[in-house]
């Protein structure tokens, strides 16, 4: 079992960066898979970005090129950096643990003001 807990979230004008953080309660080494995920109002939850383990990453075409992952092993924590963001951004942003079974944290929520 893992617990995952999400910070970093608040309010940021367009064009603006915010980083996420996710402190996960046992070693990231052990867990196959750390994502983020979103979820807008009155939209379906999407994958934002994942990274593996081994570091393989993969993003939504919608934030490429504007959000990094990363890990930190030491820390046991995973991190979001969203730079240039957009209204459209707005959402709550969700930890997930996968190892494969999904463990999810609280959410954190962003909102990016035009």
């Known amino acids: 079992q893992v617990h995952v807990v999400e910070s970093g979230g608040g309010l940021v004008q367009a064009g603006g960066s915010l980083r996420l953080s996710c402190a996960a309660s046992r070693s990231i080494d052990s867990i196959n898979v750390m994502a983020w995920y979103r979820r807008a109002p009155r939209k379906e939850r999407e994958m934002v970005a994942a990274?593996?383990?081994?570091?393989?990453?993969n993003y939504a075409d919608s934030v490429k090129g504007r959000f990094t992952i990363s890990r930190d092993s030491a820390k046991n924590t995973v991190y979001l950096q969203m730079n240039s963001l957009k209204p459209e951004d707005t959402a709550v942003y969700y930890c997930?643990?996968?190892?494969?079974?999904?463990?999810w944290g609280q959410g954190t929520r962003v909102t990016v003001s035009s």
């Open positions: 990274i593996t383990k081994e570091n393989s990453t």
């Open positions: 997930v643990a996968i190892t494969p079974t999904d463990y």
